[in-house]
């Protein structure tokens, strides 16, 4: 009895829910069609608005890579980061320094 309870409540879960995509799927669809002029948010032009972080202090787009990865050996790296460590200017950042 329960069975035939359970595969029925299944059944109308599955039916909502495949009502419900092609709902959405169509209200998509008109919406891409009918896309909000620029007028509609105040922009007078018409053109994307880029991410903060792509933008100097001026405003303006960054036209340079942002980010340029190296790759180095192991050993290197290490070597790099006890020059960083032993140098003068971190004495203060070392532990067992007091600040």
């Known amino acids: 009895m329960w ?5 029925i409540a299944f059944a109308v879960l599955a039916i909502l ?7 959405n799927l169509i209200l998509l ?10 007028h509609a948010y105040g922009n007078e032009v018409n053109r994307p608005v880029p991410h903060p972080e792509l933008l100097d202090n001026d405003g303006q787009v960054i036209r340079e890579p942002l980010l340029v990865m190296r790759s180095i ?3 290197d790296a290490r ?9 003068d200017d971190n004495d203060d950042l070392k532990p067992g320094s007091e600040t």
């Not at 069975?3 to 595969?7: D, E, G, N």
């Not at 829910?17 to 709902?23: E, G, P, S």
Request: glycine share 2%; aromatic share 6%; proline share 3%.
């Open 3 to 7: 069975h035939v309870i359970y595969i």
């Open 73 to 75: 050996s192991v050993k």
């Open 29 to 38: 669809g008109s919406n891409a069609r009918n896309a909000p002029s620029s």
């Open 17 to 23: 829910a495949i009502a419900n995509l092609v709902r």
């Open 79 to 87: 070597e790099q980061l006890d020059a960083l460590y032993n140098s």
